[in-house]
C-alpha cells in the first residue's frame, strides 16, 4: 500500500505541475483519457466538462506560473476503497480562483490516473 501511496502522490504532483504551467501534457499524464470534471453550475445544476473540453480551456488562458502568481498546492487526504480505487481531496489555486478538488483514481493497467474530478471553487 505505501507504494500505492507514493505513486499517487507522484501522479498528484504532475497534476499541480500542469495546472500551475497550464500544461496540457502533463494533466494528459495525471487524467484519463475517458476522465470527466464535475461542478455545480452558477444556476445550481451538474455541470459534467470532458478532458478534452477542459484542455481547450487550460490551453487558452494564461497559466498562474506566467501570471507570477505564488503557488500552494496541498494533498489534504487520500483514502483508498480497494487495491485499485482511491479518492484524494486536493488543494490548489489559479488566482484568484480558489480550488477544493475531490479526485477519483483508478489503477489500470498498472497505473494510477485520475477518471473523475469533481471541485469547488472560490474567487476571492
Avoid at 501534457?25 to 444556476?43: I, N, R, T, V
Avoid at 480558489?98 to 476571492?124: E, S
Amino acid at each position: 500500500m505505501n507504494s500505492d501511496v507514493a505513486a499517487i502522490e507522484k501522479v498528484l504532483q504532475v497534476y499541480f505541475d500542469g495546472l500551475y504551467e497550464g500544461d496540457t501534457k502533463k494533466l494528459g499524464e495525471a487524467f484519463h483519457p475517458a476522465s470527466h470534471l464535475y461542478s455545480a453550475g452558477p444556476d445550481g445544476k451538474a455541470a459534467d466538462m470532458p478532458r478534452a473540453d477542459w484542455f481547450k480551456m487550460v490551453e487558452s488562458r494564461k497559466s498562474a506560473r506566467d501570471s507570477g502568481s505564488e503557488r500552494r498546492d496541498r494533498i489534504v487526504s487520500i483514502d483508498f476503497s480497494g487495491p485499485a480505487t482511491a479518492f484524494a481531496k486536493v488543494e490548489c489555486q489559479i488566482p484568484p480562483r480558489y480550488f477544493t478538488d475531490y479526485l477519483t483514481l483508478l489503477k489500470v493497467d498498472g497505473r494510477w490516473q485520475v477518471i473523475a474530478k469533481a471541485f469547488h471553487t472560490v474567487t476571492k
